[in-house]
C-alpha cells in the first residue's frame, strides 16, 4: 500500500470518526432529513410490495382452489375466483370500519396512519408509517391500534415517521396485570427470529398470583408516554427468577399483520 | 464510471428495497440484505481512493437508515458502518490483484462473509450498548442467515452487474486477461 493510500485511509477514518462525534439529535435530525429525501421511494416501495403481495395472495388461493376442485370446469374456478375477490374486499372494508369505529369512541384524539414498511435490521424493531411533522406527529408518541400498543414514534420526518415497536427490547413500557396490584416492565426480546414475537413483563413479585390468559395493559405512570389502560398482551407463562417473577406475554397486537394504526396525539 | 454510477444507485435502491424482503423463514427467519454484497463488487473492482469514497457512501447511507434512536441515545451512531466499510474495502482491496476485476467466486464468498461480519459486529455493539450478552440459535440464524442469503445472491448479482459498461480498474488493457 503506497503512502497515497494511507493518508487516504486515514482521511477516510478521520471523516467516519467526525460523524461519531455528532450528537443523537444532530444524528437524528440527519436521519430525518435522509427520511425526507427517501418518501417518495418508500411510497413507491410500499405501494408495489402491496400490489405484489395481493397478487401472490390472490395466486395462492386459485391455486388451493384449483388443487380442491381438479375436476370443476374453467367457469366455475373463474366464479369462485371472483367470490373470492369480492370476499378480500368486504375483509378491507371490514377492517377499515373497525378501525373508524375506534378512532370514534377512543378517549384519544387519533391520527390514522399506515406502516410503510418493516426494518430490515436483525437487531432492532421498527416500522416506518406515512405520517410526519406535517400532521402534528412528535417524537415519543404512542403509536396504537383497536387490538392495543404498537410501540412510540422515535424519529419524525415531513411525511414518515419511524416507529419503535413494542416488540423492540429498548421499548419498555410500564405495565400492570387485570385483577391484581403486579406492576412492572414490558419489553420485547432481543432477537424476535420470527413474525410472532413475544413480550416479556419483567420486575413483579416473586410470589406473585399471575395465571395464563390474565390481560396485560399499561400502567399509565405519571410522566410517562403511554396513557393507562392501552392492552399489550395476554400471559402466557409466569417464571420465578432469583430476584423476581417474569410473564411471558402474547401481544395483543398481531405484529405480522401491522397495516393501519393510529398516531395518539392528544386527549380529546 | 458508469458502472459505478450505477452501482451507487443500486445501493441506494437496495437500502429502500431490503425493507420490503420479506424475513426468510428458512433461514430462522433472518432479513436478506443485498447492500454488503454491492460494496463487495464495488471494491473489487474500483480504484483504492474509489473504494473509500464508496465506503463512506454506503456506510453513510446504511446508518442513516438503520440508526435506532431511544429517546435522547442513539444504539450505533453514524459513523459506525462508514468505518466498517473502509476497514472492509481496504481488506478486498487486497484481494484485487489475485483476480483483477474480480472473480465470481471470491465475490460470492467475501458477499457472505462480509454480510455475517457486519451483523456480527452490530451485535457485538449492541450488547456493548445494553450491558449483557445473548447468544442462541436464534441469534446465530440473525447472523449467518443474511450471510448464507448473500452467498446464494452473489453469483447473479456478479454476472448482472458485468452487463453494464466499465472496465475494472485493476485489469490491465489486454486482451486474453479477461476473467
Known amino acids: 500500500m503506497s503512502r497515497l493510500h494511507l493518508i487516504l485511509l486515514a482521511a477516510a477514518v478521520a471523516i467516519a470518526v467526525a460523524f461519531l462525534g455528532l450528537s443523537s439529535a444532530t444524528m437524528t435530525w440527519w436521519q430525518s432529513r435522509f427520511l425526507d429525501v427517501s418518501t417518495p421511494a418508500l411510497q413507491a416501495g410500499s405501494a408495489i410490495s402491496g400490489k405484489i403481495s395481493k397478487l401472490n395472495q390472490g395466486l395462492k388461493t386459485l391455486d388451493e382452489l384449483e388443487a380442491e376442485n ?7 374456478n373463474e366464479l369462485k375466483a371472483t367470490r373470492q375477490l369480492s370476499g378480500n374486499l368486504e375483509d378491507e372494508n371490514r377492517r377499515l370500519r373497525a378501525a373508524l369505529d375506534y378512532r370514534d369512541r377512543s378517549p384519544f384524539q387519533l391520527l390514522p396512519a399506515q406502516i410503510l414498511s418493516r426494518d430490515a435490521s436483525s437487531w432492532w424493531s421498527t416500522a416506518k408509517i406515512n405520517r410526519g411533522f406535517g400532521e402534528k406527529v412528535d417524537a415519543q408518541q404512542p403509536v396504537l391500534t383497536a387490538e392495543g400498543l404498537v410501540g412510540r414514534t422515535t424519529t419524525v420526518a415531513k411525511d414518515l415517521s419511524i416507529v419503535l415497536l413494542l416488540t423492540d427490547e429498548n421499548c419498555r413500557v410500564a405495565a400492570r396485570v387485570e385483577g391484581t396490584n403486579e406492576q412492572g416492565i414490558v419489553s420485547g426480546r432481543r432477537v424476535a427470529g420470527n413474525s410472532s414475537p413475544e413480550l416479556v413483563l419483567n420486575f413483579l413479585n416473586r410470589d406473585a398470583n399471575i395465571q395464563p390468559g390474565m390481560k396485560v395493559f399499561t400502567a399509565g405512570v405519571s410522566g410517562a408516554v403511554f396513557p393507562a389502560g392501552i392492552p399489550l398482551g395476554t400471559v402466557k407463562e409466569f417464571r420465578t427468577r432469583e430476584l423476581d417473577g417474569q410473564a411471558i406475554l402474547e401481544p395483543a397486537v398481531d405484529f405480522s ?3 393501519d394504526v393510529f398516531v395518539v396525539l392528544g386527549t380529546k | 464510471m458508469i458502472r459505478a454510477l450505477i452501482l451507487a444507485v443500486l445501493i441506494y435502491l437496495a437500502l429502500i428495497a431490503q425493507e420490503f424482503l420479506p424475513a426468510v423463514p428458512l433461514l430462522g427467519g433472518s432479513h436478506v440484505l443485498v447492500v454488503p ?8 473492482w474500483l480504484p483504492f481512493p474509489g473504494i473509500l469514497g464508496f465506503a463512506l457512501y454506503t456506510g453513510l447511507l446504511s446508518d442513516l437508515t438503520f440508526l435506532h434512536a431511544t429517546g435522547d441515545q442513539v444504539e450505533i451512531g453514524l459513523g459506525w458502518s462508514m468505518l466498517f466499510y473502509v476497514f472492509l474495502g481496504t481488506a ?3 484481494l484485487q490483484p489475485l483476480a483483477p476485476g474480480g472473480r465470481w467466486e471470491i465475490h460470492c464468498l467475501a458477499s457472505g462473509l462480509a454480510t455475517s461480519l457486519l ?6 455493539m449492541v450488547c456493548l450498548r445494553r450491558e449483557s450478552f445473548l447468544l442462541d440459535g436464534t441469534i446465530l440464524w440473525q447472523v449467518f442467515g443474511p450471510g448464507l442469503a448473500a452467498l446464494m445472491l452473489a453469483p447473479p448479482a456478479y454476472f448482472f452487474l ?6 475494472p480498474w485493476s485489469q490491465p488493457d489486454r486482451p486474453g486477461l479477461t476473467s
Open chain 2, 162 to 167: 458485468r452487463l453494464f459498461p466499465g472496465r
Open chain 2, 119 to 124: 451483523l456480527l459486529v452490530q451485535y457485538l
Open chain 1, 257 to 259: 399483520r401491522l397495516e
Open chain 2, 37 to 44: 454484497l454491492l460494496f463487495v463488487y464495488a471494491a473489487l
Open chain 2, 92 to 94: 478486498l482491496r487486497l
Open chain 1, 70 to 76: 381438479a375436476t370443476l370446469a374453467a367457469q366455475n
